[in-house]
């Protein structure tokens, strides 16, 4: 399950139907919400979005901003995933490519006139809420970046080239028991390696990148267990009494467990650890007398569980020299951060 299948997946609509307006204007509240919270949407941003909109052209300021604020309200009563599920329903089949242009308008960074890597994901499940095929899609990204810079339109055809391509053909792995896919994070051409393995596959390359993803059929039993125990219980006593004692403490002698959390509104409930693995890094480093020695590093480990399936991911943080940690509570906060935008790559299915 990635964060955004509370949007995307969810079957609920409004007792309410939106005006065509209303619908166009709720598909950039919804993306606009996505990664953020309904509290720190930029109403006055949306309507500046909105206002270059045809569909808009007859409105003043205050009549958008009563619209935004209406949809803010109703996202906030009855949950995004609802006004998506509305606004799609409202929109005429001539609207659909507005409504996707809305929500693209919203993710575009205006200094760089693009769409940050961090944001094609949610970008991607967008275009398939709205059941837009990939070509479609493609023309209505180049429209609205045209619109957000003056360079003349062979300049930027040239610019987003690289942009479109790897948005709409980054290389998938597909699980062998088809319960997720994932975007493969390395660049396979400069020597990315993707090694698959029964109930795990990791991506690495000699740059020090390593991601991991183990999972694990849960039998109906073990829910038993679960409920028993709490998932919070459950997940500490998976990732640090048989994970980490198997998996890593086995292979790095010298391991120890730097620093736990149980975030509970992460992935309805997600128990992450830090473990200090010193000479314990997928990198090594060769010695004046050729003797080639493993760097220190740390690994972040993010443990849920979604349907029957228990997975655990890693992340690695390789120390080259001169190199030192920052405070366990910092280096906690970025392999979090690092190991859910690697997690939001990730679709469930």
Do not use: H
């Given at each position: 399950?990635?964060?955004?299948?509370?949007?995307?997946?969810?079957?609920?609509?409004?007792?309410?139907?939106?005006?065509?307006?209303?619908?166009?204007?709720?598909?950039?509240?919804?993306?606009?919400?996505?990664?953020?919270?309904?509290?720190?949407?930029?109403?006055?941003?949306?309507v500046?979005?909105?206002?270059?909109?045809?569909?808009?052209?007859?409105?003043?300021?205050?009549?958008?901003?009563?619209?935004?604020?209406?949809?803010?309200?109703?996202?906030?009563?009855?949950?995004?995933?609802?006004?998506?599920n509305?606004?799609?329903?409202?929109?005429?089949d001539e609207?659909i490519?507005?409504?996707?242009?809305?929500?693209?308008?919203?993710?575009?960074?205006?200094?760089?006139?693009?769409?940050?890597?961090?944001?094609?994901?949610?970008?991607?499940?967008?275009?398939?809420?709205?059941e837009?095929e990939d070509?479609e899609?493609?023309?209505?990204i180049?429209?609205?970046?045209d619109?957000?810079?003056?360079?003349?339109e062979?300049?930027?055809?040239?610019?987003?080239?690289?942009?479109?391509?790897?948005?709409?053909?980054?290389e998938?792995?597909?699980?062998?028991l088809?319960?997720?896919?994932?975007?493969?994070?390395?660049?396979?051409?400069?020597?990315?390696?993707?090694?698959?393995?029964?109930?795990?596959?990791?991506?690495?390359d000699?740059?020090?990148?390593?991601?991991?993803?183990d999972?694990?059929?849960l039998?109906?039993?073990?829910?038993?267990?679960?409920?028993?125990?709490?998932?919070?219980?459950?997940l500490?006593?998976?990732?640090?009494?048989?994970?980490?004692?198997?998996?890593?403490a086995?292979?790095?002698?010298?391991?120890?467990?730097?620093?736990?959390?149980?975030?509970?509104?992460?992935?309805?409930?997600?128990?992450?650890?830090?473990?200090d693995m010193?000479g314990?890094?997928?990198?090594?480093?060769?010695?004046?007398?050729?003797?080639?020695?493993?760097?220190?590093a740390?690994?972040?480990?993010?443990?849920?569980?979604y349907?029957?399936f228990?997975?655990?991911?890693?992340?690695?943080?390789?120390?080259?020299?001169?190199?030192?940690?920052?405070?366990?509570?910092?280096?906690a906060?970025?392999?979090?951060?690092?190991?859910?935008?690697?997690?939001?790559?990730?679709?469930f299915t």
């Open positions: 399950m990635s964060k955004y299948d509370r949007i995307f997946n969810s079957e609920e609509v409004l007792e309410e139907s939106l005006s065509p307006e209303e619908a166009v204007a709720a598909i950039a509240v919804v993306t606009a919400v996505a990664d953020s919270s309904l509290e720190n949407v930029d109403a006055d941003f949306l500046d979005i909105l206002w270059g909109f045809e569909i808009f052209e007859e409105y003043s300021d205050d009549e958008l901003l009563e619209i935004v604020d209406k949809l803010i309200s109703l996202a906030e009563d009855e949950g995004v995933g609802t006004l998506f509305t606004a799609y329903e409202c929109l005429a609207l490519l507005d409504g996707f242009a809305a929500g693209v308008s919203v993710l575009v960074d205006e200094e760089e006139l693009s769409i940050p890597q961090s944001k094609m994901t949610l970008l991607k499940n967008l275009q398939q809420g709205l837009i070509e899609a493609k023309e209505v180049n429209e609205v970046i619109s957000f810079e003056e360079l003349e062979e300049d930027t055809d040239d610019e987003y080239e690289g942009v479109f391509e790897q948005f709409f053909e980054q998938v792995y597909e699980s062998p088809g319960n997720f896919t994932v975007i493969i994070p390395v660049n396979l051409q400069q020597g990315g390696r993707v090694d698959s393995q029964e109930g795990a596959v990791s991506f690495s000699d740059f020090g990148t390593l991601l991991r993803i999972y694990y059929s039998p109906s039993q073990e829910f038993v267990q679960i409920d028993a125990v709490g998932q919070e219980e459950y500490r006593s998976i990732l640090l009494n048989k994970y980490v004692p198997g998996a890593i086995a292979n790095v002698l010298d391991a120890s467990v730097g620093y736990t959390e149980y975030l509970p509104d992460t992935l309805e409930g997600a128990y992450f650890a830090l473990i010193p314990g890094s997928t990198i090594s480093k060769t010695q004046n007398n050729g003797t080639a020695v493993r760097l220190n740390y690994r972040g480990l993010l443990a849920f569980i349907r029957d228990l997975y655990i991911v890693n992340s690695q943080r390789s120390f080259f020299d001169g190199e030192t940690p920052g405070s366990i509570k910092e280096e906060q970025e392999f979090k951060r690092k190991l859910l935008s690697f997690i939001n790559t990730i679709t």
